[in-house]
Nanobody
């Protein structure tokens, strides 16, 4: 069982910066971030695996950066030059191996609001 706790969301003006944190309990294969704007489907943002290999979704390239903290179970999403269209609930997602099966876990989400 893995539990995820996100923090760091909030309100920021366009062009601003936010850093989201995700703290995971339990062993994970990878941790990623997704976002869901009101009325839209959930969208993948970025992922980092236990070998620190990183991938980004199209919406994140160039402005967002995912990294691991000093504690292996902490992952950050740094977002710069934020735009109003980045407004969404951001969810932390973890994949874990449970008896040979990949299992996904989700955090409760943290709201990011970017005003024009």
């Amino acid at each position: 069982q893995v539990t995820l706790v996100e923090s760091g969301g909030g309100w920021v003006q366009a062009g601003g910066f936010l850093r989201l944190s995700c703290v995971a309990s339990g062993s994970t294969v990878s941790i990623g971030w997704y976002r869901q704007a009101q009325g839209n489907e959930r969208e993948w943002v970025a992922r980092i695996n236990r070998n620190d290999e990183i991938t980004y979704g199209d919406s994140a390239k160039g402005r967002f950066s995912i990294s691991r903290g000093n504690a292996e179970n902490t992952v950050y999403l740094e977002m710069k030059n934020l735009r109003p269209e980045d407004t969404a609930v951001y969810f932390c997602n973890a994949r874990a191996a449970v008896r040979g099966t990949s299992v996904e876990y989700w955090g409760q989400g943290t709201q990011v609001t970017v005003s024009a």
